[in-house]
């Protein structure tokens, strides 16, 4: 999370989130220009969730690990991601 330009709650402010993809959040750090380049104008946070099984995010083990158990295995999808990110979100305006 990034509170540099984050006017607060009480202001109600908004929120940019940046949803990571297929990959560690890491390496795309630096193309999320649109996001830091209009954070001041909006006074938003900005938040970064990785993706579970990419990065540093891997549940249950190593990504490896957790792919070969089938039980495991179906949670990586893009509907438990997209619960993921929605979770965080709410969290977060808390």
């Known amino acids: 999370m990034n509170f540099k330009y984050w006017s607060g709650v009480i202001s109600s402010a908004p929120i940019f989130a940046y949803l990571g993809a297929e990959g560690d959040l890491d390496y795309e750090m630096p193309v999320i220009g649109f996001l830091t ?3 001041y104008q909006f006074k ?16 249950f083990g190593s990504r490896e690990e957790a792919l ?19 979770e965080v979100l709410i969290y977060i305006k808390k």
């Not at 938003?44 to 549940?59: D, K, M």
């Not at 070969?68 to 929605?86: C, E, H, K």
């Open 37 to 39: 380049d209009n954070a």
């Open 44 to 59: 938003a946070l900005l938040v970064y969730i990785e993706h579970r099984y990419y990065g540093e995010s891997v549940p």
């Open 68 to 86: 070969r158990n089938t039980s495991i295995r179906g949670y990586f999808n893009s509907a438990q991601a997209l619960a993921d990110y929605a």
